[in-house]
């Protein structure tokens, strides 16, 4: 025995080899060998006892036990009835181990009759803790019940105070059942007490339709939990919602001793049906959700956004496949969703649409290098070349002449509708898609605006200024292309114009007719260009036949009033000289030497008004130069017979001689001739005396 009981490991060991020679363990020889053995061992029981009764003190409901019989579904009562059994089975195995180990008279010895002592001890404390008797006590005391009705309604404060709705089936109630149930399994519990036992088989038969009712509850709250601010949604789902409200006013009436087999189970189908419909339109709502975001960022193409809207529009009808309510309501608040991104779109459509015009505009034709008057201002570009705009095609336009009628082909007015047509054609990208029906219209009435977005104009979030802005950039840029073309027709008067009419406008004022020539000179230049386009916006003209044929004339109407300048050129030029010959002829045939007074005045009075002469002869004079040299200048053909100015010149540098000559010599016989004068005006006064006076 001793050997055996060296060689083992652990205590368990031990007292297996002492439960096996348990027989001979009171003879004396054997209980002197293994007397040390035993204390060690009996040490062991004692600890172990301490341990379990320290786990006594600790309670069940501050065990794990605790929490093992909760998962298991084991109700409180029962668990520490069972946690207090398990107890008292470890205890009398501890103290059948110490009677295995002093022999079958264990109980007359020292330290095994203390270790029963304290065991019993032990067994009374855990019997005065055993909790069936308050258990019992309470089931008497509380009410069992089952008039009660089903539902009942409380208050719920937090961050939103709400009304919540649940199961007035008290949970002890159901705590009875799984006493009862498992008490009646448990061989050291006194039978139930009848009450309790009715109750709880009331309990049973009522515990899966309570289960029902707050599975489906739960079930309502979680699925209107998914409709949080989304009255909306709850519109469309007012059938089912009615359904299963109406279900609950129903059960408001109900206890729990009227039939509850029917109600239970409508009540969780009207709430399954509500849960299903809810999902279904989440999952609707979140696929329309994705369309109108994808309304703000797709391409802009009429057919991109046709897709989205013809996705929208099978959703909806899906919807009301499944007969969702009010879908005529919240269709028209769904199209205006949509309305307010396309008109987000629109907008940003306009703003593309006008930088692409302004880009276009201020692009500078490679084959424009006329002006006509007008100048074009090559800005920088600072728009964003990442920037995808729209296309604007480039208008073209042609200058023509037609039985004499300068016309523009085609007029100013098809240009602006060719703008005007490409903008609406931009827009009608957005504004002709279709509105989403609850109930698709006929097949006649699809064409009709009314069923289109056009109201979109009206509803663009800057109001009319979009509009106005691009029909500005259009209405700019024809108004500059008919003041351009405005300049051209001007030159249609040199189809009406005459040299006659020329003639009884300017008469024979050769300044006048200076200036004509000049003017014409000028003007023509601007036709010697290779240039035979000019860029007006988005507009191009094309004026080689106008400008080939506009020329002609000028030349031909310059000529005509060159040659009829030249005319009056030579008339003033003969006049002139011999004006001038006349008048030096005149100044050397006078003779300052005669004695008679009468020709000295004579004399004198023929300077006088060549010397008036002078100025306006001057003026001639130059007037007659600068026209000759305008004629030498543009290149007129003399006739042989011309005059010339340099001969003009000539007879007047020999007038001035002659003048000056006279004009010298009779200031110097002035005060002798007025001596002379005065003289014979007093011999003629005294002949007169004389006469009167015979």
């Known amino acids: 025995l001793c050997g055996e009981l060296d060689q083992a490991q652990k205590s368990s060991e031990m007292f297996r080899i002492f439960k096996h020679y348990y027989a001979l363990l009171d003879r004396p020889r054997v209980r002197n060998a293994v007397r040390s053995y035993q204390r060690q061992l009996l040490e062991n029981v004692k600890y172990d006892i301490s341990e379990l009764h320290k786990k006594f003190k600790v309670q069940y409901h501050n065990t794990n036990n605790s929490h093992m019989s909760d998962v298991r579904d084991i109700p409180p009562t029962s668990g520490q009835i069972i946690w207090m059994a398990q107890i008292e089975r470890q205890l009398d195995g501890y103290l059948e181990r110490v009677g295995h180990v002093l022999g079958p008279n264990w109980t007359k010895h020292v330290a095994g009759r203390g270790l029963k002592e304290t065991g019993e001890i032990f067994k009374e404390k855990l019997r005065e803790a055993n909790p069936y008797a308050q258990w019992v006590v309470e089931v008497e005391h509380h009410s069992l019940s089952f008039k009660k009705p089903i539902f009942d309604i409380e208050l719920t404060r937090g961050e939103r105070t709400r009304l919540e709705l649940f199961v007035n089936f008290h949970e002890r109630l159901v705590t009875l059942a799984k006493e009862v149930r498992i008490m009646g399994w448990l061989s050291n519990v006194p039978r139930v007490p009848n009450r309790a036992g009715v109750a709880a088989r009331k309990a049973n038969l009522l515990y899966p339709h309570v289960i029902s009712l707050q599975a489906s509850i739960k079930t309502y709250t979680i699925t209107m939990a998914k409709l949080n601010d989304r009255d909306d949604l709850v519109t469309l789902l007012a059938n089912w919602y009615n359904a299963v409200h109406d279900q609950v006013a129903l059960g408001i009436e109900f206890t729990w001793d009227n039939p509850m087999q029917a109600y239970v189970s409508e009540f969780a189908r009207l709430v399954t049906l509500f849960q299903r419909k809810v999902n279904i339109l989440l999952d609707f709502d979140r696929d329309l959700r994705q369309i109108l975001d994808k309304l703000s960022s797709c391409d802009y193409t009429h057919k991109s956004f046709l897709s989205l809207v ?80 729209p296309t604007i095609n480039l208008l073209k336009h042609e200058l023509q002449i037609r039985n004499h009628v300068i016309v523009l082909s085609p007029p100013v007015e098809k240009a602006r509708a060719g703008l005007i047509m490409q903008l609406q054609k931009h827009i009608s990208i957005v504004i002709g898609l279709p509105r989403i ?258």
């Open 437 to 694: 029906f609850s109930t698709p219209p006929p097949e006649k009435e699809v064409a009709k605006s009314v069923l289109k977005q056009s109201a979109l104009l009206a509803r663009l979030p800057s109001g009319r200024s979009d509009l106005i802005n691009v029909h500005a950039l259009i209405h700019q840029d024809m108004h500059a292309l008919e003041e351009y073309v405005r300049e051209w027709f001007q030159y249609q008067a040199l189809w009406d114009l005459t040299i006659e009419t020329i003639v009884a406008r300017l008469g024979d004022d050769l300044n006048a007719w200076r200036q004509l020539l000049t003017e014409l000179k000028l003007v023509r230049r601007l036709f010697d260009t290779s240039a035979t386009t000019k860029k007006i916006g988005v507009v191009e003209v094309q004026y080689s036949q106008a400008q080939t044929r506009v020329a002609m004339k000028y030349d031909a109407v310059h000529k005509e009033a060159m040659k009829h300048y030249a005319s009056l050129l030579a008339t003033k030029c003969n006049s002139f000289f011999r004006e001038v010959h006349t008048l030096r002829e005149t100044l050397e045939g006078m003779s300052l030497e005669t004695s008679k007074t009468a020709d000295s005045i004579n004399h004198i009075g023929t300077i006088q008004r060549a010397k008036k002469r002078i100025i306006p002869l001057e003026s001639a004079l130059e007037q007659l130069t600068s026209g000759e040299s305008l004629l030498e200048r543009q290149r007129y053909p003399f006739p042989s017979d011309w005059l010339r100015a340099i001969q003009a010149e000539s007879e007047w540098s020999a007038f001035q001689s002659i003048f000056e000559r006279r004009n010298t010599a009779i200031s110097g016989q002035v005060a002798h001739l007025q001596m002379r004068i005065v003289t014979e005006e007093r011999q003629l006064e005294t002949q007169i005396a004389e006469l009167v006076h015979d």
């Open 310 to 389: 013809r996705n929208a529009q099978e959703i909806v009808l899906k919807m009301k496949e499944e007969k969702f309510a009010n879908l005529e309501a919240w269709c028209a608040d769904f199209n205006n969703k949509v309305e307010h991104k396309l008109g987000q779109r629109l907008h940003a459509a306009l703003l593309s649409w006008c930088k692409a015009f302004s880009k276009l505009s201020k692009k500078k034709s490679g084959g424009d290098g006329g002006d006509w008057g007008m100048d074009d201002h090559d800005d920088d570009d600072d728009l964003d070349g990442k920037e995808k705009l």
